[in-house]
Each structure stands twice: as C-alpha cells, then as structure tokens.
C-alpha cells in the first residue's frame, strides 16, 4: 500500500512478505494492521485523510483512525459493517440503478448504492460531518 503526499509524492511503501513483514498487531485484523503499520512510519497525524480498498477498510480501523485524529475513507466489504442499518444486499439489487442508502451518525457515513451490484463506501471524519446534519 504506497502512500503519497497531494502532490503525489510517494513516503512510504513495502511490499507485503508474508509473516516476515513487520506489523503492529492489533485486535482489527491483517488489513488494518498493515494501514496503521504505514501509519506509524510516515508519522501520519491530524487533517491527513486515508483512502483505502475494501481489504483493508472496517468500521473498527475507522474508529481508530479517528481516535488518532485522522480520517479514513474506503469501500467496505457488507460482513463488515456491523449491524449499520443498510438494506439488504438481496433487496438493494432489486431497486433501480442509482438507488442509494445513507445511514449516518454524528462523524461516520455509510453509503450503499446500487450500481450493477451493490458498492458501499464508509467514511469517517475526527469531527462532525455536514452531511449529516439534514
């Protein structure tokens, strides 16, 4: 997972060796580990925002994400949103192209539209979101 500055600029990257690669290990899992791992070694700190693929994205690595002050992005995987109140997969596919479901809380988004399938996208900021207050 390479990281790069708003110009582009990469910080850090490692590939990932298997069980030789150093990450901090956590209760989150092996994707978020390797999130906060590049974290730690770029030093990643307020008003950075970390955008990431559905392997590495949880509602917990969002939380801990903020809880350092940082905001974190990514589409996510259905089997770990728990219990966001979504519709279902099965009756999502069923509405129209476009459709879409935005369950939110005070700093936490969670979009679900309906494409050819069904794409979720989660986001959450360390303050209050204007989309939100509706």
Not at 1 to 19: A, I
Not at 38 to 44: G, P, S, Y
Not at 121 to 127: E, G, L
């Amino acid at each position: 997972m390479p990281q790069t500055s708003g110009k582009r600029y990469l910080f850090h990257t490692e590939p990932y060796s298997g069980f030789t690669t150093k990450l901090p290990h956590t209760s989150l899992g092996q994707g978020p580990d390797v999130v906060l791992g590049l974290m730690d070694k770029v030093h990643a700190h307020e008003d950075n925002h970390i955008v990431m693929d559905n392997i590495f994205t949880s509602t917990q690595l969002l939380n801990e994400l903020s809880i350092k002050g940082v905001a974190g992005t990514g589409k996510i995987r259905e089997n770990r949103l728990e219990n966001a109140p979504l519709l279902p997969k099965k009756s999502m596919t069923k509405t129209s192209r476009g459709n879409m479901n935005t369950p939110c809380s005070e700093d936490m988004v969670i979009v679900k539209w309906n494409d050819k399938t069904a794409v979720l996208v989660a986001t959450k900021q360390s303050q209050s979101l204007a989309l939100c207050n509706n």
